[in-house]
Protein backbone atom coordinates (compact mmCIF):
# COMPACT_ATOMS: atom_id res chain seq x y z
CA UNK A 1 0.00 0.00 0.00
CA UNK A 2 1.57 3.52 -0.83
CA UNK A 3 0.04 6.74 0.73
CA UNK A 4 0.21 9.46 -1.15
CA UNK A 5 -0.48 13.53 0.09
CA UNK A 6 -0.53 16.44 -2.53
CA UNK A 7 -0.30 19.84 -1.03
CA UNK A 8 0.53 23.40 -2.51
CA UNK A 9 -2.40 24.26 -3.77
CA UNK A 10 -4.26 27.69 -3.89
CA UNK A 11 -5.59 30.63 -6.05
CA UNK A 12 -3.27 32.21 -8.11
CA UNK A 13 -3.43 35.31 -10.96
CA UNK A 14 -2.91 34.31 -14.50
CA UNK A 15 0.73 34.37 -14.85
CA UNK A 16 1.80 33.61 -11.47
CA UNK A 17 3.34 29.93 -10.40
CA UNK A 18 2.43 27.50 -7.60
CA UNK A 19 4.68 24.48 -7.01
CA UNK A 20 2.90 21.40 -6.02
CA UNK A 21 4.65 18.46 -3.77
CA UNK A 22 3.73 15.01 -3.45
CA UNK A 23 4.95 13.20 -0.70
CA UNK A 24 4.53 9.51 -0.92
CA UNK A 25 5.23 6.82 1.19
CA UNK A 26 6.91 3.06 0.95
CA UNK A 27 10.74 2.45 0.71
CA UNK A 28 11.47 1.81 -2.64
CA UNK A 29 10.19 5.30 -4.03
CA UNK A 30 13.29 5.99 -6.66
CA UNK A 31 11.87 2.98 -8.51
CA UNK A 32 7.77 4.38 -8.52
CA UNK A 33 6.82 5.99 -11.81
CA UNK A 34 5.27 8.85 -10.67
CA UNK A 35 2.67 10.96 -12.31
CA UNK A 36 0.67 14.48 -12.27
CA UNK A 37 -3.00 14.25 -13.17
CA UNK A 38 -5.82 17.05 -12.85
CA UNK A 39 -9.36 17.55 -13.25
CA UNK A 40 -12.49 19.97 -14.18
CA UNK A 41 -15.42 20.19 -12.66
CA UNK A 42 -17.51 18.32 -15.58
CA UNK A 43 -14.30 17.26 -17.42
CA UNK A 44 -12.51 13.66 -17.39
CA UNK A 45 -9.17 13.03 -15.43
CA UNK A 46 -6.45 14.83 -17.55
CA UNK A 47 -2.84 13.64 -17.68
CA UNK A 48 -0.40 16.46 -17.20
CA UNK A 49 3.00 14.73 -16.53
CA UNK A 50 5.08 11.94 -15.37
CA UNK A 51 8.77 10.72 -14.60
CA UNK A 52 10.88 7.83 -13.50
CA UNK A 53 14.09 6.17 -14.41
CA UNK A 54 12.45 3.46 -16.31
CA UNK A 55 10.64 5.28 -18.66
CA UNK A 56 11.72 9.01 -18.34
CA UNK A 57 9.94 12.22 -18.29
CA UNK A 58 6.72 13.36 -20.15
CA UNK A 59 4.60 16.16 -20.23
CA UNK A 60 1.07 16.85 -21.95
CA UNK A 61 1.25 19.33 -24.58
CA UNK A 62 -0.71 21.79 -22.74
CA UNK A 63 1.43 22.48 -19.96
CA UNK A 64 4.95 21.76 -22.07
CA UNK A 65 7.53 24.74 -21.62
CA UNK A 66 5.25 25.99 -18.40
CA UNK A 67 5.31 23.47 -15.56
CA UNK A 68 8.14 20.92 -14.40
CA UNK A 69 7.85 17.80 -13.06
CA UNK A 70 11.01 16.85 -10.83
CA UNK A 71 11.63 14.29 -7.46
CA UNK A 72 13.63 14.05 -4.47
CA UNK A 73 14.34 10.13 -3.65
CA UNK A 74 15.22 11.19 -0.63
CA UNK A 75 12.80 12.53 0.43
CA UNK A 76 9.92 10.61 -1.40
CA UNK A 77 8.76 13.54 -2.84
CA UNK A 78 7.52 14.54 -6.66
CA UNK A 79 6.71 18.36 -7.46
CA UNK A 80 4.93 19.75 -10.08
CA UNK A 81 6.41 23.48 -10.92
CA UNK A 82 3.75 25.44 -12.49
CA UNK A 83 4.61 28.60 -14.37
CA UNK A 84 3.30 30.97 -16.47
CA UNK A 85 -0.94 30.39 -15.69
CA UNK A 86 -3.60 30.70 -17.47
CA UNK A 87 -7.57 29.99 -16.28
CA UNK A 88 -7.63 26.96 -18.05
CA UNK A 89 -5.41 25.41 -16.03
CA UNK A 90 -8.09 25.49 -13.04
CA UNK A 91 -8.83 21.97 -11.32
CA UNK A 92 -8.14 19.68 -8.91
CA UNK A 93 -4.65 18.07 -9.24
CA UNK A 94 -4.18 14.39 -8.14
CA UNK A 95 -0.28 12.66 -8.47
CA UNK A 96 -0.15 8.76 -8.83
CA UNK A 97 2.34 6.07 -8.36
CA UNK A 98 3.07 2.89 -10.56
CA UNK A 99 5.48 0.90 -7.99
CA UNK A 100 6.92 -1.54 -8.71
CA UNK A 101 6.17 -4.28 -10.82
CA UNK A 102 5.37 -1.69 -13.21
CA UNK A 103 2.75 -1.42 -15.49
CA UNK A 104 4.95 -0.12 -18.19
CA UNK A 105 1.21 0.85 -19.33
CA UNK A 106 0.56 4.07 -21.10
CA UNK A 107 1.11 6.48 -18.03
CA UNK A 108 -0.97 9.23 -19.76
CA UNK A 109 -3.70 7.13 -18.95
CA UNK A 110 -5.17 6.85 -15.45
CA UNK A 111 -5.61 3.26 -15.78
CA UNK A 112 -1.34 2.53 -15.28
CA UNK A 113 -1.62 3.63 -12.03
CA UNK A 114 -2.24 1.94 -8.98
CA UNK A 115 -2.26 4.38 -6.45
CA UNK A 116 -3.97 8.35 -6.06
CA UNK A 117 -3.73 11.05 -3.58
CA UNK A 118 -6.59 12.94 -2.44
CA UNK A 119 -5.85 16.10 -5.10
CA UNK A 120 -5.07 19.99 -3.95
CA UNK A 121 -7.38 22.60 -5.68
CA UNK A 122 -5.54 24.76 -7.99
CA UNK A 123 -7.44 28.27 -9.07
CA UNK A 124 -6.30 30.45 -11.25
CA UNK A 125 -7.85 33.71 -11.99
CA UNK A 126 -7.79 36.14 -14.57
Same mark, same amino acid.
Given at each position: ???????? /???? #? !?? =??? %???? *???? &???? $? @??? /???? #? !?? =??? %???? *???? &???? $? @????????????? %????????????????????????????????????????????????????????
Amino acid at each position: QVRLVESG /GGLV #Q !AG =GSL %RLSC *AASG &STFS $T @YVM /GWFR #Q !AP =GKE %REFV *ATTS &SAIG $T @YYADSVKGRFTIS %RDNGKNTVYLQMNSLKPEDTANYYCAADPPPLSYGDYRRPSAYDYWGQGTQVTVSS
